[in-house]
């Protein structure tokens, strides 16, 4: 059930919502405010260290040194949270390393951690998620 309610704000804070609203596509501004809340919502899953679910990229020289088995000894040790992973060679030098992972977000935040860490790596990402039940 949708419940519609008023919100008051100052004209160049409502000017940069429009902005914001037109850059990403939105058809109107109650889509935009209930992403915006829901991506809250995420955030305080992720700080209270609930279950959660995420996606982690990593963008990494496939000729770096035992670089790929520090990778998989990584995902070995972080297994029960790892849900899937799919490996891309993107080029001759560089993988790409898609990990979905779900569990509490200390845990899901420390794999991510790890291996952005490890030498080699050019560029790693965690997208966050919840679970989805907080997110209706």
């Known amino acids: 059930m949708l419940r519609r309610f008023t919100v008051s704000m100052e004209e160049d804070l409502l000017d940069d919502f429009d902005s914001y609203i037109k850059d990403r596509n939105y058809q109107n501004r109650s889509e935009a405010l209930r992403d915006l809340i829901r991506s809250r919502t995420v955030e305080k899953q992720w700080q209270a260290d609930n279950d959660v679910m995420g996606v982690i990229s990593l963008v990494y020289d496939h000729h770096q040194h035992k670089l790929q088995e520090k990778v998989t000894e990584l995902q070995h040790d ?29 845990d899901v935040r420390q794999l991510a951690n790890n291996l952005s860490a490890l030498r080699g790596v050019r560029n790693a990402n965690l997208s966050m998620s919840s679970t989805g039940k907080d997110l209706h």
């Open 78 to 106: 972080f297994h029960s949270q790892i849900i899937s992973t799919t490996h891309v060679h993107m080029d001759h030098n560089n993988c790409l390393e898609v990990i979905i992972v779900r569990g509490k977000a200390g």
